[in-house]
C-alpha cells in the first residue's frame, strides 16, 4: 500500500514537473521569437517544431487532463468551428488572399496549451474559476513579449490597454471553456478576430490591439 502510494505520488510531481519545464519552454520559444537574436530565421521552425512537442508531453503526463480534451472533442460546437473555418478559407480565396493565413497559428496552440489543458490542469488543484483566472494572467504574460520588444508600438495609453485586452481575452476565451467544455467556440472568435484584419483595411485596429486574439 505504502509503495503504491509512493508510486503515485512521484507520478504526481512528475506531472507537475512536465508542465512546468514544458510551459517554459514554450514561453522562451515564443519570447525568442520576438527578440534580435543571431540566427533568428531558426528561432520560429524551432517553435513550431517543439510547441507540439511540449504540448504532447504535458497532456502525456497529464492522463486525467488529457482524457478530458479527448472528450471534449466530440462537443457539438465542432460544426460551429468548422464553419467558420471554411468561412475564411472561402473569403480569403475569393479576396485571393493567402488561405495559410487563415490557420495562423495562434488559435490553436493558444487555445490547445492555455484552455485545453492549463485549465483543466489547473483546476485539480484550485478549482475551476480560478484556474480560469490563473490561466488568463499567463495568456497576458505571453503576449507581454510584444510590449518587451516592441514598446514603440505601443506608446501611452496603448500600452495598458494591451495588457488590459490580453487579460480580458484570455478571461473570455477561459469562461466561454467553462462554459461549452471545448475550444471550439473559442477558436472561432480567435481566428475570426485576426481574419478580419485581412479582409477589411478599416479594421486593421483589430490586430493592433488585439493582435494575438
Not at 490542469?121 to 484556474?131: E, V
Not at 497576458?140 to 513579449?145: E, G, I, P, T, V
Not at 477558436?187 to 478580419?196: E, R
Not at 484584419?197 to 486574439?213: A, H, K, N
Request: charged share 10%; net charge neutral; glycine share 4%.
Amino acid at each position: 500500500m505504502q509503495q503504491q502510494h509512493n508510486h503515485s505520488a512521484e507520478k504526481g510531481v512528475k506531472a507537475k514537473l512536465s508542465v512546468i519545464i514544458a510551459e517554459g519552454v514554450i514561453f522562451l520559444l515564443f519570447y525568442a521569437t520576438m527578440a534580435p537574436l543571431p540566427n533568428s530565421t531558426l528561432i520560429y521552425p524551432a517553435f513550431e517544431i517543439l510547441v507540439p512537442v511540449c504540448l504532447g508531453l504535458m497532456f502525456w503526463f497529464n492522463r486525467g487532463v488529457a482524457w478530458t480534451a479527448v472528450k471534449s472533442l466530440g462537443n457539438p460546437d465542432m460544426f460551429v468551428f468548422f464553419f467558420v473555418l471554411l468561412f475564411w478559407i472561402y473569403i480569403f480565396a475569393i479576396k485571393h488572399i493567402n488561405v495559410i493565413s487563415v490557420f495562423w497559428e495562434p488559435e490553436f496552440v493558444d487555445e490547445i496549451n492555455f484552455r485545453l489543458f492549463l485549465i483543466p490542469f489547473l483546476a485539480i488543484f484550485i478549482g475551476t474559476k480560478k484556474a480560469v483566472f490563473v490561466q488568463s494572467v499567463l495568456f497576458a504574460l505571453y503576449y507581454f513579449s510584444f510590449l518587451v520588444f516592441f514598446p514603440q508600438a505601443y506608446p501611452g495609453i496603448y500600452y495598458t490597454l494591451f495588457i488590459v485586452d490580453m487579460f480580458s481575452m484570455g478571461i473570455l476565451y477561459g469562461v466561454i471553456y467553462m462554459i461549452r467544455k471545448s475550444i471550439y467556440i473559442d477558436m472561432s472568435i480567435h481566428l475570426s478576430l485576426y481574419a478580419m484584419s485581412f479582409v477589411v483595411v478599416s479594421l486593421g485596429w483589430i490586430p493592433y490591439l488585439f493582435l494575438p486574439t
